[in-house]
């Protein structure tokens, strides 16, 4: 099981026009907003990093106002792990527990998840937190990328994870989020 002490919450370029095409992009970006809320109480930190934003745009604005406190990573590999800045960062947290969300499913979340699983941190998949444009793409990166040894966890199940007990000012904070 994870805790708030040892896990950071990555998000994958969920950014511009892409983040609207995607399959049940709504449902997407609202579980991604549930985690960075509920990360933001429990004290989890949040990298987020962004692919080609001059071409591709920036992180969609709910996301961004959300963490308007954090810096993107930017980034032309389609692995977060290729660029330098994000490892280093990540290496700093000296947590080993990552929660993995964001776009596309296929190709910069698989990348990423194989090479981060590569460097031996635990990669948690959030499945309903994850996509690409075509659902068959999305359903193939999750299979593979749980076939490469990541755990596949929903948004709810991560937060409750992390929680662990129902009571206290946290759990009332977080009831508020889940029931959204």
Do not use: W
């Amino acid at each position: 099981m994870i805790s708030s002490q040892d896990t950071v919450l990555l998000i994958i370029d969920v950014q511009g026009k892409l983040a609207q095409i995607v399959y049940e992009s709504a449902a997407v970006e609202q579980n991604i907003s549930k985690l960075v809320r509920a990360a933001k109480i429990l004290g989890v930190p949040v990298l987020y990093t962004e692919q080609y934003p001059k071409g591709l745009g920036h992180t969609v604005a709910p996301l961004e106002t959300l963490l308007a406190e954090e810096e993107p990573f930017e980034k032309i590999a389609f692995s977060c792990c290729a660029d330098e800045g994000f490892m280093e960062a990540l290496r700093k947290l000296k947590r080993n527990e990552v929660l993995v969300t964001g776009m596309e499913t296929h190709v910069c979340v698989y990348q990423t998840a194989n090479e981060l699983i590569d460097y031996g941190y635990n990669v948690h998949l959030i499945t309903d937190a994850v996509s690409s444009r075509m659902k068959e793409n999305r359903d193939l990166g999750i299979h593979c990328i749980e076939k490469a040894g990541a755990f596949l966890k929903s948004t709810e199940m991560v937060i409750f994870e992390l929680l662990r007990v129902a009571e206290g000012d946290a759990f009332k904070a977080i009831a508020k989020i889940i029931k959204e």
